[in-house]
């Protein structure tokens, strides 16, 4: 409980999307000592200064595509997911993923997936209580879409500055 707190105080208190992903990330892997963190956006959006660190921006197409019936619930969901979804969800990692938990990150709809990941093969099963995930999804799922909003709002400004000089 304490450092699912420490990690939403952090989360709340963080100005910009990258900040929040940055703070999301030290935490996973230093407090909780697991070896991955990834917040993924669903958008088709441009998002100023996205897919950084644990942040990760993918079109809702690309997402369904790569990983299909994992988004269909509002629960958390464990296990030895395929090579593929596990590349998908921790991008550019030179240690493979062997284990995820996963879930979906939800305000009126589908915005993306919090996904913490283990390098050890069976460190998450479906067996596992995901009520601190549910916890922490919960309040992502609050926090993100006017953060990705403010973000999206301000790359319009910045290409019409561009055009008209």
């Keep these: ?71 269909e619930g509002d629960r958390a969901v ?21 284990s995820v938990a996963l879930v979906p990150l939800r305000s009126d709809e589908l915005v993306g997936v919090f996904a913490v990941g283990s390098c050890q093969p069976g460190y998450f099963d479906q067996s596992m209580g995901s009520l601190f995930l549910s916890y922490i999804s919960d309040t992502l799922s609050r926090l993100l879409p006017p953060m990705v909003q403010r973000h999206t709002a301000a790359a319009p400004v910045t290409e019409i500055a561009t055009e008209t000089r």
Excluded: W, Y
């Design 78 to 98: 464990c296990g030895q997911f395929r090579e593929s979804e596990r590349a998908f969800l921790f991008p550019d990692r030179d240690e493979p993923i062997a």
């Design 1 to 71: 409980f304490e450092k699912s707190k420490r990690l939403l105080m952090q989360v709340i208190e963080a100005r910009t999307l990258n900040d929040m992903a940055s703070a999301i990330d030290d935490s996973i892997r230093g407090d909780f000592g697991l070896d991955a963190a990834s917040v993924l956006l669903f958008t088709d959006a441009n998002v100023a200064g996205a897919s950084q660190g644990a942040l990760h921006v993918v079109g809702p197409v690309e997402a369904r595509e790569r990983l299909g019936s994992l988004l």
